[in-house]
């Protein structure tokens, strides 16, 4: 593990590159990288960095959504296979035929999306400004939100916004969360706060403490004081830095419905190994390349979104 590390390490400097980590990546792989965020943290370091190279230790789309914003750069994945159900779930033809089948409709996507999908998108979110975003609009703008209709609901609830059509789609990891062993463990640990991603379903969020993405539960686990103990409702990847953090409070992973799958964990995420991104650096491959057409148009619905962040001061 140490020969690894050091190796990334040489390799890093002799390319000119930065690793940028996702929360739900492994420990170890979090602990190699320049810069551990969320989705909006990290498209935006992706868009600054001076770097010649960015390792994305995360997934395809996090990997692309970097490229779109500097596409000068080499966007290596250690793994071409991490991929993201949610994405999956929104198909760039079937959403395009939706918004024809809808038209007049200002389109917001989530950014767990295909370049081909923010390509058809006007303006991009993540779980960080996924409300303001929507309340950027005025209040009777006819939205499309995809593809995930659990945040898709969150916001509309929030918002109250009638006009929003919302798509399909869900996170694998996110529908597995189980209410009752949630309320089982809350009946356990009565002093616990519950701590969830807006990926999760309602009746999940309406138990909960604080909904946030995960640098927002992340924030929200490290500077509470009215309790140490915390059940985290998104994967436990995240709990590695809360526990960096707050070393003194108590984390507590939800379980899956079945407690014997572990499909609590992304399996897309724990696909990137310090082999890999090793690997990766050495070979220069795989590389996230995309065709220049949807990369011009996906970039503009992200730069919106970066746009609408900065001046609400979200970023
Ligand atoms: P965050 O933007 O909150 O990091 O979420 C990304 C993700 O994939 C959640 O499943
Ligand atoms: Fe995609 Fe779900 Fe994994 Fe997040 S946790 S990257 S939404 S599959």
Redesign the pocket.
């Known amino acids: 593990m140490m020969a690894l590390k050091e190796k990334i390490e040489a390799l890093k400097r002799e390319r000119n590159a930065v690793i940028l980590a996702h929360y739900?990546t492994e420990g170890d792989v979090q602990d190699v990288a320049d810069f551990v965020g969320d989705s909006l943290a990290l498209s935006q370091k992706a868009a600054t960095t001076d770097a010649d190279v960015i390792l994305f230790a995360g997934?395809h789309f996090m990997g692309e959504t970097a490229k779109i914003l500097s596409p000068q750069k080499k966007v290596l994945m250690p793994d071409m296979a991490a991929g993201?159900?949610?994405?999956d779930s929104c198909r760039a033809e079937d959403f395009a035929a939706f918004i024809a089948a809808h038209p007049g409709h200002t389109v917001i996507s989530y950014v767990?999306t295909t370049a081909e999908v923010k390509a058809l998108t006007d303006i991009v979110c993540t779980s960080s400004n996924a409300v303001q975003i929507v309340e950027s609009l005025p209040k009777d703008e006819p939205i499309i939100f995809g593809p995930d209709r659990n945040l898709g609901n969150y916001i509309k609830n929030i918002t109250g916004r009638e006009n929003m059509l919302i798509w399909d789609g869900a996170?694998?990891?996110?529908e597995e969360f189980s209410l009752e062993k949630i309320l089982e463990l809350k009946k356990e640990y009565p002093q616990a706060k519950v701590l969830t991603h807006p990926?999760c379903k309602r009746p999940i969020i309406l138990v909960s403490d604080y909904v946030g993405s995960t640098a927002g539960l992340l924030k929200y686990a490290t500077e509470d004081t009215s309790t140490d103990t915390y059940i985290v409702v998104t994967?436990p990847g995240v709990l590695h830095q809360m526990k960096k953090a707050a070393p003194g409070k108590t984390f507590i992973p939800a379980p899956p419905m079945d407690s014997t799958c572990g499909c609590n964990n992304?399996s897309?995420?724990k696909l990137v190994t310090l082999r890999k991104m090793a690997d990766a650096l050495e070979r220069m491959e795989p590389e996230i390349v995309i065709p220049e057409v949807v990369r011009a148009k996906a970039e503009k619905s992200i730069r919106r979104m970066l746009d609408i962040s900065k001046k609400l001061g979200l970023i």
């Open positions: 739900y997934v993201c159900s949610l994405a767990n996170c694998h990891v996110h990926e994967e992304c897309f995420m």
